[in-house]
């Protein structure tokens, strides 16, 4: 089971940190993906890093303000957000994938999150 936190109502320019912990199961052995979706768009790629945290890809739109790592000694995963923009908004969901790398594409992956909220005013 995988818990995405750290969402929350900021402003444009602000920062959050989500997390995605996992219980029951151990995120060392998954590629990790961020994804987001806002009201009536389809859920999209915002960031991925592979197994052992050192190689990471984002989305264009997010690229230089947010950043993906992972702690597997925490099993936790994080996503930083940083320069937030109203157009940022939207539910975050963390994503597990069986393998080595990530993938930009949901149905590649095999465990989700509940998804955590994020709404950036301007």
């Known amino acids: 089971q995988l818990q995405a936190s750290g969402g929350g109502l900021v402003q444009a320019g602000d920062s959050l940190r989500l997390s995605c912990a996992a219980s029951?199961?151990?995120?060392?052995?998954?590629?990790m993906g961020w994804f987001r979706q806002a009201p009536g768009k389809e859920r999209e790629f915002v960031a991925g890093?592979?197994?052992?945290?050192?190689?990471?890809y984002y989305a264009d739109s997010v690229k230089g303000r947010f950043t993906i790592s992972r702690d597997n000694a925490k099993n936790t995963v994080y996503l930083q957000v940083n320069s937030l923009k109203p157009e940022d908004t939207a539910v975050y969901y963390c994503?597990?994938?069986?393998?080595?790398?990530?993938?930009?594409?949901?149905?590649?992956?095999?465990?989700w999150g509940q998804g955590t909220q994020v709404t950036v005013s301007s």
């Open positions: 994503a597990a994938a069986v393998g080595i790398y990530y993938y930009t594409v949901p149905t590649k992956y095999d465990y």
């Open positions: 029951g199961r151990a995120l060392g052995n998954y590629a």
């Open positions: 890093v592979n197994l052992s945290g050192d190689n990471t």
